[in-house]
Nanobody
Framework: QVQLVESGGGVVQTGESLKLSCAAS????????MGWFRQAPGEEQRELVAVVADGAIPYYAEAVKGRFSISRDYAKSAVYLQMNNLKPEDTAVYYC????????????WGPGTQVTVSS
């Protein structure tokens, strides 16, 4: 199994930046892809924000294209989300997720990190 811990959230104003980090532990050699999801206040579903697999071009949700950038540090088994030009609609709890080599997600979610963007 893989354990995930997110960090880096906070309260910022519109137009500012934040960088989220997610550290993986456990069976990290089984990880092929890592991504970020978010759950906005009052929403039941978590939406995919960005994901990157080994050797592949990152995928970004339309709402964050051009503003967010996902990257990985394989030596640290970490994934990052650089978020620029933040908007109030980016306010959410952000979670990272890891996927194995068959494309299936590991079951465990991390505790998430809160991002609040004030107008």
């Amino acid at each position: 199994q893989v354990q995930l811990v997110e960090s880096g959230g906070g309260v910022v104003q519109t137009g500012e930046s934040l960088k989220l980090s997610c550290a993986a532990s456990g069976s990290t050699s089984s990880i092929n892809a890592m991504g970020w999801f978010r759950q906005a206040p009052g929403e039941e579903q978590r939406e995919l924000v960005a994901v990157v697999a080994d050797g592949a071009i990152p995928y970004y949700a339309e709402a964050v294209k051009g503003r967010f950038s996902i990257s990985r540090d394989y030596a640290k088994s970490a994934v990052y989300l650089q978020m620029n030009n933040l908007k109030p609609e980016d306010t959410a709890v952000y979670y990272c997720r890891a996927y194995n080599h068959t494309g299936s997600p590991f079951e465990t979610w991390g505790p998430g990190t809160q991002v609040t963007v004030s107008s």
